[in-house]
Every structure is written in C-alpha cells, then in structure tokens.
C-alpha cells in the first residue's frame, strides 16, 4: 500500500500524527509539498519563512531516506494527480480551522471518493483539537479564565512517534524547489523544523524566567517559537511537554492555552477577521488615512509605538507587549478600525495567522473576548513600565 502525506502548515517530522500514521500502516509514503498560488503573495516574509521551512522539510526527509515532492497549483488537484502516478490508495494530513483550509479538506475529501482514495485528516495544529471542549450551554469557551481550566484539565493526545524512516517509492518525480522569495524584514527569523528545534532547545533552559521577564520590551525574553508554531515547524504538544518537565514553566503553558483559545473561537466564529466577534461591540470607526499612515510607518511621534512599528517591519515579528500597546492606540486612541490595524500585522508578521491576528486585535479594539473591552493602554505609563531605560525605543527608534 502506498499513502501520501499532505503537508499543509506541518512542516516538521516530530509529532506529526498523519506523517507517524502514514508510516506506521503503508509500506510507501510519498511527502507531498504543494505551492498554493492562491495562498501566495499575501506576505513576502510569510512567503520566504515558508520557502525555507519547506527547504529543511526536504532534507530533513532526505536524511531519513526519504524526499519531499514539491508542486505548485491547486493542492487538491494535485495530490489526486500524484495518487494516480504512485498509486497511492490513501491521503494523510493535517486538520486545519480557518474557511479555506476547511473548503480544501471538504474538496479533497469529494475528489478522493470520486478516485477512491481513503483521505484522513489528523490533529496536531494545536493543542487540545478546536471544537472538543465546550462550555455548559454553548458551542465554544467565550472567555478565556473557564477555557483554561477545562484545556488544563483535559486528556492531551499522546505525541506521535518520529518515524525511523519513510519509505519512498522508487521513481518518484520529486520537483525542484524554485528560488527562495526575498521576503522584505532584513532581520527575520530563519524557517524550519533545524532552527525551530534548535530555538526550542535554547529556549527551554530559560523557561522559569517567563514569568518575570516577558513584558520586559528591552530584555526580548519570550521563546520567539511563534513563527515556528505558526508553520508547524514545531508541535504545539511538543513545545508545551517539554516545557512542563522544567520547573516554573505554567506562566509559559498558559500562553499555548492563549493560542489554542483562539484556534477554537475562530473555529466557532470563521468571521472573526472581517466581524465583531462580541455582540453589541460599539464599532462607529474613523477612517483616518493619514493617521493610520503615520502609524504603520511608526511615524506617530510616540516613541513606543513607532518602536514597536519599526520592530515589526525590521523582524517581521514584535514583542507582545509592543502589539498591545501599538495596536491600542491605533484602536482607542486614534479610534481607526481595527481591521485595518490587523491587516497591516498580517502583512509583515511570520507568526500572522487568521485566529491569533484577529483573535487579539478583536480583543485590543474591545470587540472581542476581552472582558474589559474599555480598557486603553497609556503608551507613556506602558513605556515606563515596561522600558524604563528606553532601551527598547532607542533600539527600534
Ligand atoms: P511567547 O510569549 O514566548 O509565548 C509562547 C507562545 O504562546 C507564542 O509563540 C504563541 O504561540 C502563544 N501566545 C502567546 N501570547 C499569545 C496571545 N496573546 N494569543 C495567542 N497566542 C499567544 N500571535 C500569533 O501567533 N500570530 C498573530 O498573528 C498574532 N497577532 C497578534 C496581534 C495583536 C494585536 C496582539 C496583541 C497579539 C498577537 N499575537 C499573535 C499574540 C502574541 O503577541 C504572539 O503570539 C507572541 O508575541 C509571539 O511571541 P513569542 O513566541 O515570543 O511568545
């Protein structure tokens, strides 16, 4: 039997529960990478992140004796057409949440029927599966505090077991990988599941110091992983195991729950990048041009937003602390539509994704989740606090 791996946003051969399948019960398994053009071109740094990450999938497949197949086109056009040339009798991959990787699953499931081929879905995009966890009386946790006690308290799949090897069929046609994209952040993180392990690695040894440290906008002491969790470079499973075999490290965990909280508010509520998730959210909006202007291209004269706007830009990434302050004050402050906000983020950001962009600047605009959906964060007081040796804005002034 022969089995095709779909790699979607699972880059990574740790934990990776259609790839363990896939090895675990046919006797060949072709990994399929397919380049979606619909999908690319909304972010050059996304685009070059992905570029790489896909890179060190192949070799990291290569030294298992394996190899990735890259194509580029429909992916559902093209695993169908790849199953016909090896043969394949089944398609593994992994379940995604937003409402185009929910079409292409609903797509790939039809067309495997009509060309009889078995198609699973696996989990392992976040931690607990969205969806399982459900409140007395509702379709999904609202807020976060009863959320995370429930994902606390739930049975954790186990992880997958690294597949030793993955056996490729002989004379499979496995494509060249195109010239890596040019990405526009001169000091973006590198893709990949070598780095994203290596980062792992380093960032478990500080671990009991998350608590204190990261709001501390100069220290930069958070893991960074976000990218790398954002392409599955790493399991999200994974990450959180490891961290809780050091001591110290619930403050840390806490934060996986925050993105899993996420992943099922947006599997509840797939309009949560376009719609007030809140009912009765107060939405009347300015649409000042220059004002945003000024904002993104951190040209506002309040020097720990234009900080956080120029870190953005340089990193493709921005401290936490520095998104909630940034995208305040474009939300409460200037009182321009967050949606435009979460759109600018989405452009630049390696971690952007649909349920934690739009998840947290519903939250920031007070149209979200957040219980306190008034509150306004002062830039000079959160400056004070969290840079008070101006470190921070002197390093991304
Ligand atoms: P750490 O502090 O080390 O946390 C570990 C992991 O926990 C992160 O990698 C992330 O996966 C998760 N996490 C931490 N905080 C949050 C949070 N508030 N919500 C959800 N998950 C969290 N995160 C994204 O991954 N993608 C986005 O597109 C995104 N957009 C954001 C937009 C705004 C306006 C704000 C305020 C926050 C946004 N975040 C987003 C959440 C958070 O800022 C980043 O996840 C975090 O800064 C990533 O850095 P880190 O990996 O060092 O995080």
Redesign the pocket.
């Known amino acids: 039997r022969t089995a095709i791996v779909l790699f979607t946003r699972d880059l990574r051969v740790h934990d990776n529960p259609a790839l363990a399948t896939a090895c675990a019960t046919a006797e060949q398994v072709v990994p399929l990478f397919v380049f979606d053009p619909a999908l690319a071109g909304r972010s050059p740094n996304r685009d070059r992140f992905l570029h790489q990450s896909v890179a060190d999938l192949r070799e990291v497949l290569r030294g298992r004796g394996s190899d990735l197949v890259v194509r580029s086109g429909d992916p559902v056009a093209e695993t169908i057409r790849l199953a016909g040339e090896v043969g394949a009798e089944g398609v593994a991959a992994a379940a995604d949440v937003s409402n185009y990787a929910r079409r292409r699953e609903r797509r790939l499931t039809a067309e495997g029927e009509r060309h009889r081929l078995s198609v699973r879905f696996f989990p392992g995009l976040t931690i607990v599966d969205p969806g399982l966890l459900k409140p007395g009386g509702g379709d999904h946790y609202r807020v976060f505090s009863p959320y995370h006690r429930a994902w606390t308290a739930a049975k954790w799949r186990a992880e997958a077991s690294l597949p030793k090897k993955v056996p490729l069929p002989p004379g499979v046609e496995v494509g060249r990988l195109a010239a890596e994209p040019a990405g526009e952040s001169p000091d973006a993180a590198r893709g990949g599941e070598t780095v994203a392990r290596q980062r792992l690695r380093g960032w478990l040894g500080n671990v009991e110091t ?1 608590e204190d440290g ?1 709001n501390d906008l100069a220290g930069d002491r ?5 990218p790398y ?2 392409f599955g470079c790493l399991s ?1 499973l994974e990450v959180a195991h490891a961290a809780l075999r050091k001591p110290g490290s619930d403050p ?1 965990v806490r ?2 729950c ?2 899993d ?2 992943y099922q508010v947006a599997y509840a509520f797939p309009e949560i990048s376009t719609k007030a998730y809140r009912r009765g959210a107060t939405e009347g909006w300015k649409s000042d041009g220059a004002a945003f202007d000024r904002w993104r291209e951190g040209r506002t004269g309040v020097p720990i937003v234009d900080a956080g706007m120029h870190q953005l830009r340089r990193e493709g ?4 602390r520095a ?2 302050v940034t ?1 305040s004050y474009l939300t409460k402050d200037l009182g321009v539509d967050w949606r435009l ?1 979460l759109g600018e ?2 452009h630049w ?1 390696l ?3 649909v349920p ?2 739009s ?3 519903q ?2 605009a007070g149209t979200g989740n957040d219980t306190r959906p008034y509150r306004r964060f002062n830039p000079e007081r959160q400056r004070e606090r969290y840079d008070p040796s101006g470190s921070y804005v002197e390093r991304y002034s």
Request: overall charge positive.
């Open positions: 998350y990261h958070t893991s960074r992983l976000s969790l954002r999200p840390f934060q996986l925050w993105r909280f996420y990434w921005m401290h936490n998104r909630l995208a906000g983020f989405y950001l971690d952007g994704d934690n962009n998840g947290n600047w939250w920031t």
